[in-house]
């Protein structure tokens, strides 16, 4: 039975190219809430041009200190969207992602390997078996 986050695999593939793709893979993608900042993020005062003006409201509620300047949403103050090292707040996770910075890096872990001739686990992949109430 799988359980927690994983999958299978099934190729065709030699066991060290299969190796080699799970150890090289990884994908750039928003940070979620709760996870650490890789860099801190800071927006200078001034016209903040990459949004439309139907965006300012929503900016405002996500506690940027914003206002309205003939159609352009400016920012009226410094504002510091995260620091590095820190969690990531779920206003920040939104502005992160409407500005394109991308702070997470997914990657693929292999646990185990399975053919017909043998079985090897890589490592113990550290999620709980629900059906052993653990």
Request: hydrophobic share 35%; aromatic share 8%; charged share 30%.
């Amino acid at each position: 039975m799988l359980y927690g986050e994983c999958g299978l695999f099934f190729t065709n593939l030699p066991k060290e190219e299969v190796m080699r793709i799970f150890e090289t893979f990884e994908e750039r993608d928003f940070a979620r809430t709760g996870s650490l900042a890789t860099e801190t993020v800071e927006l200078n005062e001034g016209p903040l041009e990459q949004f439309t003006h139907e965006m300012e409201p929503f900016l405002r509620k996500q506690g940027m200190p914003v206002r309205l300047n003939k159609g352009v949403i400016e920012l009226v103050a410094d504002h510091v969207v995260c620091r590095e090292g820190e969690p990531i707040s779920p206003e920040a996770s939104r502005i992160l992602h409407l500005m394109g910075v991308q702070m997470a890096t997914f990657r693929l872990k292999l646990v185990c390997r399975w053919s017909p001739d043998e079985f090897e686990i890589y490592r113990d992949h550290g999620v709980a078996n629900p059906s052993d109430g653990s």
